[in-house]
């Protein structure tokens, strides 16, 4: 679809608002801008419009679209600056605007979206400071700022309480000190990124509390110091970057075998000990510090095996908590379509458009019937390439109301799929007259 008028597509949701709720069209070619007035509020809780072309302003009216909890702009042309009217979007779960030409600062008013799991503002050209708001949003797991021009600190004011999982901070322009309270973050363990920008001063000791963590790019900054021997204790760490900083001194016992792994993650660090050949030259001339080094070793080889014995068993217990969250909130409680349900899903439960799942065959398409979480029975109704009845489709039945025909839940149109799907009913004899 080279070039649809965006304009025909929003009125069409307009149009739809009392039986829509999902909205995507990802991975097309839409371009344009998306029309000023957006007036009417369709309720619509799910909108992706990432990987199309579209252009101009975000507009502020979709502040107002309060039941959206998913909103995916990413990988468009969108410029200007983010509305801080987003701000009263209380049901926002994910909101994803990365890979656009966004510029001006982070509205601090995002702090008001309290529900905000997943915030991707990435490789945008952001300025100004991170605003303190974001940063303490409780249910916050994903921050992604990377790839901007973010200036100032990274506010210090991390709690335990907090559900980050992964903070990617890297290629911007902050300065100070990396901040202490980082290491509150007790379940952080997918990444934490804060390379290439301008911090200072000495990694926390604090880190030793990220015994979770996986990943810990701090590269291309200016830290100095040494690197604290407590991080022995971020058992598990598989990938780590310190390089181009002016590091000095030994590494955390726990760290050694990591040198051999990722030989390019300590370059650029002039003063940091990092072969044992450096290491035993430097042991044997002060012999004071052969009992130190020794001692320092044994305790932490004991308190490691303590944290990781404690870690496995925590493990266990994280993993349960964290699949019965994701199931909490992954199905809508209204008892509509799952709320993160995505394209990949729906090939998934229909196991590619198998046959075995058709119900209907019609001039136009084909219609399957599946379940989505709950139990709760759908149509799918997939259109043949070319055939261009499906917006007309999507017209008709948002005009023609009626208790006998089936409702429209949400419809797909991606990569030239085009999809709707409708509440399934027991008995019609409609799905053969598609
Ligand atoms: C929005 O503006 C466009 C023209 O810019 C107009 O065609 C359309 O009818 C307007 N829609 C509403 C809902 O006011
Ligand atoms: C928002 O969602 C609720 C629950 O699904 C629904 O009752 C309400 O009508 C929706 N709001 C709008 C403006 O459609
Ligand atoms: C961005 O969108 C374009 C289509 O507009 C697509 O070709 C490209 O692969 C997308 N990039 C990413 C990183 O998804
Ligand atoms: C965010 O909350 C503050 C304080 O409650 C309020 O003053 C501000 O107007 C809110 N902003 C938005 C965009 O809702
Ligand atoms: C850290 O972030 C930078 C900038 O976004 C990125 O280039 C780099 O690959 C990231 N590091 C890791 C280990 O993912
Ligand atoms: C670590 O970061 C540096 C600088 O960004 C990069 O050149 C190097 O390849 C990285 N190391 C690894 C193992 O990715």
Request: charged share 15%.
């Amino acid at each position: 679809m080279g070039g649809t008028d965006l304009t025909v597509v929003f009125l069409l949701i307009y149009s739809l608002s009392h039986s829509l709720r999902r909205v995507i069209l990802a991975n097309n070619r839409f371009q344009g801008n998306i029309p000023e007035n957006l007036s009417l509020n369709p309720g619509i809780s799910y909108l992706d419009l990432s990987n199309n072309l579209f252009k101009g302003n975000i507009p502020l009216k979709l502040g107002a679209w309060n039941n959206l909890s998913m909103l995916d702009l990413s990988n468009n042309s969108f410029d200007g600056y983010i509305p801080s009217e987003l701000g009263s979007l209380d049901n926002l779960q994910k909101l994803r605007i990365s890979s656009n030409m966004l510029t001006g600062p982070i509205p601090s008013a995002l702090g008001n979206c309290t529900k905000l799991l997943s915030l991707d503002l990435s490789l945008n050209s952001l300025s100004g400071k991170i605003p303190l708001e974001i940063v303490r949003l409780e249910k916050l797991q994903n921050l992604v700022l990377s790839g901007n021009k973010l200036t100032g600190k990274i506010p210090d004011s991390f709690t335990s309480t907090q559900s980050l999982l992964e903070l990617q901070l890297g290629d911007n322009i902050l300065e100070g000190q990396i901040p202490v309270t980082l290491g509150n973050l007790q379940y952080i363990y997918l990444a934490l990124n804060l390379s290439n920008n301008k911090l200072t001063g000495e990694i926390p000791a604090t880190f030793s509390n990220l015994c979770k963590l996986q990943v810990l790019d701090l590269s291309r900054n200016s830290l100095s110091g040494q690197i604290p021997l407590a991080l022995s204790s971020m058992i598990s760490l598989s990938f780590v970057n310190v390089s181009f900083n002016q590091l000095s001194g030994n590494l955390p016992a726990n760290w050694i075998k990591l040198v051999a792994q990722l030989p390019n993650s300590f370059q650029g660090n002039p003063n940091l000990i990092i072969n044992n050949e450096i290491e035993k030259k430097h042991r044997s001339k002060s012999t004071w510090r052969i009992p130190l080094v020794t001692i320092a070793c044994i305790l932490s080889l004991i308190g490691g095996a303590l944290l990781a014995s404690r870690y496995l068993a925590a493990r266990k217990a994280h993993k349960l908590s964290a699949v019965s969250r994701i199931s909490k909130r992954g199905f809508d409680s209204t008892g509509g379509l799952p709320e993160d349900l995505t394209y990949e899903d729906i090939l998934r439960v229909t196991e590619d458009l198998s046959d075995k799942y058709v119900i209907g065959r019609g001039r136009n398409g084909t219609v399957y019937k599946t379940e989505f979480g709950k139990g709760k029975c759908w149509a799918l109704k997939k259109f043949n390439l070319y055939e261009s009845s499906f917006f007309l489709e999507m017209k008709i039945m948002s005009f023609v109301r009626h208790r006998n025909l089936v409702r429209m839940a949400g419809y797909c149109c991606r990569d030239g799929f085009r999809m709707i799907i409708y509440e399934y009913m027991a008995g019609g004899t409609w799905w053969n007259t598609v």
